[in-house]
């Protein structure tokens, strides 16, 4: 089962996020809101009204949509403004080519083949094509997947603006930092079902530490043994303790006071790190905290 019994609700002028490891239902989840697949059961409802399958209804709901697919595939050999040409032929209201271009700051690639665009390029592109109808609320599945970091905020810029002139997003990312930057509220879905649901900020409260000490053990002839879970666990301004393969990570409160007792329980037993790191807590951090896993081990 893809997605089992979720219920949300997303407010108009929010950015609402969808984050999991792939195989979590996030896909499906937005192409059922999408009307592009028939749910098992459930009712969903879209800007107040509903997908009904041959009614005007859906068209005219199709109207005050904008969809980015996960893999958007555009025609290579179209340029840049055919391309927002057809798709503006589709809607009876739709922005000018000039005016969306703007938007996506795809002046200059105006006449350019969309085989010859990079990456960041094409999928501000398909932002394009999403935003040419003036849609009231816009879906992004996975909208920076394969991007370097500046085609990536570079696309953010772009949600920014929308976001702005008063619009609504629903994204799905696996990408944390891009939730945090970008949500008003996230659903961390797992196994098709959701495990969490708040504010960036509020879910990492939850944690009860700002930060996260990682640490791993050199191997050596020794072998020295690793701290006991209850002696970490022990040290000042540890909140938990969350041993994984490679490494063990501590949630903290004061790295001043948590890391120096570490190094001086380390020196009792003779080992030696192969790693010490230090991070503020992120929504990874919550993911792993509530399923055991990190969201790459997927």
């Known amino acids: 089962m893809a997605v089992a019994g979720l219920d949300l609700?997303?407010?108009?002028?929010?950015?609402?996020?969808?984050?999991?490891?792939?195989?979590?239902?996030?896909?499906?989840?937005?192409?059922?809101?999408?009307?592009?697949?028939?749910?098992?059961?459930?009712?969903?409802?879209?800007?107040?009204?509903r997908w009904t399958r041959g009614t005007g209804e859906s068209r005219a709901l199709r109207e005050r949509l904008g969809i980015q697919l996960q893999d958007t595939q555009l025609?290579?050999?179209?340029?840049?403004?055919?391309?927002?040409?057809?798709?503006?032929?589709?809607?009876?209201?739709?922005?000018?080519?000039?005016?969306?271009?703007?938007?996506?700051?795809?002046?200059?690639?105006?006449?350019?083949?969309?085989?010859?665009?990079?990456?960041?390029?094409?999928?501000?592109?398909?932002?394009a094509c999403a935003l040419v109808s003036r849609p009231e609320l816009l879906f992004l599945d996975e909208p920076t997947t394969g991007l370097d970091p500046q085609s990536r905020r570079q696309?953010?810029?772009?949600?920014?603006?929308?976001?702005?002139?008063?619009?609504?997003?629903?994204?799905?990312?696996?990408?944390?930092?891009?939730?945090?930057?970008?949500?008003?509220?996230?659903?961390?879905?797992?196994?098709?079902?959701?495990?969490?649901?708040?504010?960036?900020?509020?879910?990492?409260?939850?944690?009860?530490?700002?930060?996260?000490?990682?640490?791993?053990?050199?191997?050596?002839?020794?072998?020295?043994?690793?701290?006991?879970?209850?002696?970490l666990a022990a040290l000042p301004g540890v909140r938990a303790v969350r041993p994984a393969v490679d490494r063990i990570a501590l949630t903290v409160e004061e790295v001043h006071r948590a890391v120096p007792a570490l190094l001086a329980l380390l020196e009792r037993r003779g080992a030696e790190l192969s790693l010490l790191a230090t991070h503020h807590a992120t929504l990874e951090d919550v993911f792993v905290s509530l399923t055991g896993r990190q969201l790459r081990d997927e």
């Open 155 to 231: 696309l953010w810029e772009v949600i920014g603006r929308f976001r702005a002139a008063g619009g609504t997003v629903l994204l799905t990312t696996h990408y944390m930092e891009e939730a945090e930057r970008l949500c008003d509220r996230v659903a961390i879905m797992d196994h098709g079902r959701i495990i969490a649901l708040g504010s960036p900020r509020s879910l990492i409260a939850s944690l009860g530490a700002e930060h996260v000490v990682e640490f791993a053990l050199a191997d050596g002839s020794g072998r020295p043994v690793a701290p006991a879970t209850e002696e």
């Open 9 to 49: 609700t997303v407010e108009a002028r929010e950015c609402f996020g969808l984050l999991g490891p792939n195989g979590a239902g996030k896909t499906t989840t937005i192409e059922i809101l999408e009307g592009l697949t028939a749910p098992d059961s459930g009712e969903v409802e879209v800007l107040g009204m």
């Open 75 to 127: 025609a290579d050999k179209l340029t840049v403004e055919e391309t927002v040409r057809l798709f503006r032929s589709f809607y009876r209201s739709a922005h000018s080519v000039e005016e969306v271009l703007a938007l996506v700051e795809l002046e200059e690639k105006r006449t350019s083949w969309v085989g010859k665009l990079s990456g960041g390029q094409k999928q501000r592109l398909a932002v």
